[in-house]
């Protein structure tokens, strides 16, 4: 029991984390479907740190440096979707699905290479461990294993609610999102919004992706990516009605889905029913398609998001 | 300076387009506290005007001086910061946003980083009382009517302390009452001080608030004139150049043969749940006017959506020309001989952003002479087919046949509307306020065109919200109130005020077909 609590709360912080940065980009106008390879490489610069920096720098500097390193690593990488959408008004759909087939294969073949010049040409593997120090990241209440991860988490949904609705920011962020044209006639500069909007998503996106590979296990191999997380993030935001409230009970939810095929071993009649285990591994993905065929008619999304904005047009 | 201090003025201001000069040595004074209008047809450059005043264009030639010193204004920041707000025609507002989220949207005072809504509402509500501005600051911008959403525009402008006010032709969108209230508040923002500009060419309403007005014609200045000495018809012939008939010059109807025969129809709302329509008979035959006249919302548009086949009806028949079509596909009753000049141009009417000629054919295309057998369309043939449309019906555009659709002027647009549905050569026409927005010049040219229509034998259904309109174009009228038709008259023998009472409900015929 404290097990299905504690993966449902890690893969939750998961969701919420990528869910929200979404949603900073959707409400400022741009659709972000890049998200499941910004979560990649993101991963990629929290397992760097992990790897390199020696246990001996203490679980404060070791989260805070993993924290900081995956989410300048998804910032930067999100720079592209926000060149490509804001400044060359391209399809924002296109841009992201190209990033995310850039980011796994990008990771993969840095990944491989660093390996094979480490050990001169015997290990080929795009794995990357963190054994020694993924404890440090973990604090042991009773049985319960409590990850530092989910208080960052539940930070972020503070601050993404408040920048959102109760500061100037988020008004205006939200402003561009449903009407460019406004904005712009008071003086609000919707390039600028926009950049921030994607920005602040890669930044949680990247975060959430050093969050994912770092719940329950410690190695990663980076060809798998995340396995669909950051699509399934697309679904708790929509599901979310693009609020971060409402994003976090969401992804409770599919939090506790994608936990239930972690260890639904451990419940004696979930056993004996005899389902197969993938029949458990499916079933984020089945509710979200489930979930999001009955409220998505009904969940409004930001008006203009996925428009590019052109000054001149009427 | 021996006159009294302007406060903008605006001098022999010169702004070029590519084969066009939209402004040509244009002077506008406005004084302190006046109520200025700016009149001219379709065309006449009144927008870009505003839009160098605004700083969206900036113009080749000229000065635009405030309280006498010149400034330079080079976007609507700057405008801004001048003390120049402006009512866009399409409003500027946030749907999802309360009335005073987007009051105080790009102007916000924050403490700590957080925004200070209780300060700024008392702002707004201060602001409100003082002139007159009803609205709910709590209130979603989607849920409140036009009227409260141009308060809330006009609120924007005073919350940021603007002295010089543009009112983009903001009675368009309104009902009577809302153009009335807007007009007395007009009148209290000027008894406060504040300076108005006011664009628009309805005369009626010129002439009932403005002092003085400058009139605009393609692209020249035709003159400023005092309110006081002027009148509606000296005002449309500066705007026009000619004298404008206001009366609709019309023979008597010939009805003939029934075309149109609407039985039982009722139509649900996608409003509320009750039917919008509700058992509505009536016919209209060939060679006669039938207008439906009624406060806006009381079920014109979906009686037309529901004969037209933009919506399904929930019973009831349509039959045109002796067949039924209540259920037809719409291309049917358009191969028929429906055509439908839609109230909404934008939605219904035009493919925004295809070219002119592509939007000429939209209903023709899969005709021989417009496609050929290998399903290839015929380019040839659709440029002399809409180079003919757009010199008989004088559509103006950039680039003729070529010209993207948004791109032209509203009056144009729906010239270009007409073109394509008239020269269908329909059994029937249906017009659903076709003058809507229009100038005197262009809604003279429509109404020469309707009546055109029925003096060749065709069946009119017009639908309109203008009284002047139902009284002088119709043959017939038919009142439409809460979804109900509650009486028919005779234009000839009824009265403005008759038809009034019928309109708000409180006349009610006890009609058996």
Redesign the interface.
């Known amino acids: 029991m404290t097990l299905l609590i504690q993966y449902t709360l890690i893969f939750a912080s998961v969701l919420m984390l990528v869910a929200l940065g979404g949603c900073f980009a959707e409400r400022s106008g741009v659709i972000n479907i890049g998200l499941e390879g910004i979560m990649v490489i993101g991963a990629l610069g929290g397992a760097l740190v992990l790897k390199f920096l020696p246990a001996s720098v203490g679980a404060p500097v070791m989260v805070l440096a993993t924290v900081v390193v995956s989410a300048l690593f998804g910032l930067i990488f999100s720079l592209l979707l926000a060149v490509a959408a804001i400044n060359f008004k391209a399809d924002q759909t296109i841009t992201g699905t190209a990033m995310n087939m850039l980011a796994t294969a990008a990771a993969t073949v840095a990944v491989k290479a660093m390996n094979t010049a480490a050990s001169g040409g015997n290990d080929v593997s795009s794995d990357i461990a963190y054994t020694h120090t993924k404890d440090l990241l973990l604090v042991r209440i009773g049985g319960f294993e409590f990850n530092w991860f989910m208080v960052v988490a539940v930070l972020c949904l503070i601050a993404a609610y408040v920048a959102l609705y ?3 920011f988020g ?2 962020l ?2 561009c999102g ?2 460019p ?8 500069n919707v390039y600028k919004m926009r950049y921030a909007g994607v920005l602040i998503s890669g930044l949680l996106g990247g975060l959430g992706g050093i969050v994912y590979i770092t719940a329950g296990v410690s190695v990663w191999k980076f060809e798998n990516g995340v396995a669909g997380f950051g699509f399934l993030a697309l679904a708790v935001m929509i599901f979310g009605a693009w609020h971060p409230l409402k994003i976090a009970l969401a992804a409770l939810l599919f939090g506790f889905c994608r936990a239930l095929g972690n260890v639904y071993s451990g419940f004696g009649f979930l056993l004996a029913m005899n389902i197969p285990s993938v029949v458990y591994n499916m079933l984020p993905y089945i509710i979200s398609l489930i979930v999001l065929a009955f409220t998505s008619k009904k969940s ?1 999304a930001p ?1 203009a998001e996925g428009i590019p904005y052109d000054k001149g ?2 | 300076m021996q006159e009294a201090p302007y406060a903008i003025e605006m001098v022999n201001v010169t702004k070029r387009f590519p084969g066009i000069i939209a402004n040509d040595h244009v002077t506008l004074q406005l004084k302190k506290g006046e109520i200025h209008a700016l009149l001219g047809e379709n065309g006449a450059g009144k927008s870009t005007l505003m839009s160098v005043l605004f700083g969206l264009y900036q113009a080749e030639e000229g000065i635009i001086k405030k309280d006498g010193v010149e400034v330079k204004i080079n976007n ?2 700057d405008a ?1 910061a001048l003390g120049i707000g402006m009512v ?1 025609q ?1 409003f ?6 309360s009335v005073l ?2 009051i ?5 005072d ?1 403490k700590h ?3 200070q809504r209780t300060q700024a509402r008392e702002k707004v509500m201060a602001l409100s009382e003082k002139y007159g501005l009803r609205v709910n600051p709590d209130a979603m911008i989607e849920d409140i009517s036009v009227g409260m959403q141009q308060r809330t525009e006009i609120l ?1 402008m005073l919350y940021r302390d603007n002295e010089i006010l543009i009112f983009d032709e903001p009675t368009a969108v309104l009902t009577p009452q809302e153009i009335e209230e807007l007009l007395q508040i007009m009148r209290n923002l000027a008894a406060e001080g504040k300076s108005i500009l006011f664009i628009s060419h309805k005369l009626n309403e010129i002439m009932s608030v403005a002092d003085r007005c400058t009139v605009l014609r393609k692209g020249k200045y035709i003159g400023t004139v005092s309110i006081a000495d002027t009148n509606k018809a000296e005002l449309s012939r500066m705007m026009v150049g000619r004298d404008v008939e206001f009366a609709v010059q019309k023979g008597e109807a010939h009805p003939a043969e029934v075309v149109l025969d609407v039985k039982d129809l009722t139509v649900p709302s996608k409003v509320h749940r009750n039917n919008a329509v509700k058992n509505v008979s009536f016919q209209v035959h060939a060679g006669e006017i039938v207008c439906i006249a009624g406060i806006d919302g009381n079920g014109q548009s979906e009686l037309v959506y529901g004969i037209s086949g933009l919506e399904s009806v929930s019973g009831g028949t349509v039959t045109m020309c002796g067949q039924d079509i209540t259920n037809a596909p719409i291309r049917r009753r358009s191969v028929l001989g429906m055509s439908h000049i839609p109230e909404d141009r934008h939605k219904h009417g035009l493919v925004l952003d295809y070219t002119l000629e592509d939007n000429m054919i939209l209903q023709r295309y899969f005709e021989p002479e417009f496609t050929n057998k290998l399903g290839f369309l015929r380019r040839k043939n659709i440029r002399s087919y809409a180079e003919r449309l757009i010199d008989q019906y004088d559509v103006r555009s950039g680039q003729g046949p070529v010209t993207v659709a ?1 791109s032209m002027s509203g009056g144009n647009q729906q010239k270009a509307i007409i073109a394509r549905e008239i020269d269908k050569n329909p059994q029937l026409l249906i017009a659903v306020q076709p003058t809507r927005g229009l100038d005197v010049g262009a809604i003279e040219y429509i109404h020469r065109q309707i009546v055109a229509q029925r003096d060749a034998g065709k069946a009119v259904l017009l639908v309109s919200l203008e009284l002047d309109e139902v009284m002088t174009v119709s043959d017939r009228i038919l009142v439409m109130y809460e979804g109900e038709i509650v009486g028919e008259l005779d234009p000839k023998k009824t009265t403005v005020e008759e038809l009034g009472l019928y309109m708000a409900g409180a006349k009610k015929e006890a009609k058996g077909q």
Request: glycine share 6%.
């Open positions: 109760k500061t100037r008004l205006r939200r402003a449903e009407h044209q406004a904005a712009d006639s008071v003086g609000i409004r008006k047009s009427r | 609507p920041n801004n866009h399409h500027k507002l946030v749907e999802c946003f989220d987007n105080i949207l790009g102007d916000e924050t980083g957080f925004l924007k948004r």
